[in-house]
């Protein structure tokens, strides 16, 4: 199976800041990533699919790069709405695995 | 509006089964794949199974492989998962997922998870 492995697992943040988040593939997936952003007891919410294309709605602010094995998410000027888990996932196996999570918090 | 409503969820014993339901409204449910995501408490997500728009293809965690199956009825807009043989490790919070999916050379590819249910929770305990 594909193991997706994020960087960092937390990560503290002030609002305006860009933010990066990593994820590696342990094998390649050319650019059948996508990002999910999850609020406590919420169920997740799409926000990048194909490893670049944003989701219709989702703000501006949020990009996606990467292709192979190594992933970005970047949120180029924090929000108050934007601390949350952030999840990984790929679908280029039919084992479509997610990342163990990347959680968000105010600094 | 487009939704996914899934039941079902309960307190079962350890070895005992369940049903869960995800009801599809306000899109072709049959033009779409679905996938069952479960997340147990304070955990991450995990992905559970997928079925093809068309249920000719099903694909699932070797977590589950053999203890559950899904399904889905395209006429009455409902996928299901069938739980048997719980375990503790079980336990979580079950969503439904909606795939748009796409075509590449007449073969059917699934893609992503673009709309959610807000889960059902399934709790194996003695």
């Known amino acids: 199976d594909i193991q997706m492995t994020q960087s960092p697992s937390s990560l503290s943040a002030s609002v305006g800041d860009r933010v990066t988040i990593t994820c590696r593939a342990s094998?390649?997936?050319?650019?059948?990533l996508n990002w999910y952003q999850q609020k406590p007891r919420k169920a997740p919410k799409l926000l990048i699919y194909a490893a670049s294309s944003l989701r219709s709605g989702v703000p501006s602010r949020f990009s996606g790069s990467g292709s192979g094995t190594d992933f970005t998410l970047t949120i180029s000027s924090l929000q108050p709405e934007d601390f949350a888990t952030y999840y990984c996932?790929?679908?280029?196996?039919?084992?479509?695995?997610f990342g163990q999570g990347t959680k968000l918090e105010i600094k | 509006q487009v939704q996914l409503v899934e039941s079902g969820g309960g307190v079962v014993q350890p070895g005992r089964s369940l049903r869960l339901s995800c009801a599809a409204s306000g899109f072709t449910f049959s033009a779409y794949g679905m996938h069952w995501v479960r997340q147990a408490p304070g955990k991450g997500l995990e992905w559970v199974a997928v079925?093809?728009?068309?249920?000719?293809?099903?694909y699932y965690a070797d977590s589950v492989k053999g203890r559950f199956t899904i399904s889905r009825d395209n006429s009455k807009n409902t996928l299901y998962l069938q739980v048997n043989s719980l375990r503790a490790e079980d336990t979580a919070v079950y969503y439904c997922?909606?795939?748009?999916?796409?075509?590449?050379?007449?073969?059917?590819?699934?893609?992503?998870?673009?709309?959610w249910g807000k889960g059902t929770t399934v709790t194996v305990s003695s």
């Open positions: 079925i093809w728009y068309d249920g000719s293809n099903k």
């Open positions: 094998q390649s997936i050319s650019g059948s």
């Open positions: 997922a909606r795939d748009p999916g796409h075509y590449d050379s007449s073969v059917y590819y699934s893609d992503y998870m673009d709309v």
């Open positions: 996932q790929q679908s280029y196996s039919t084992q479509y695995t």
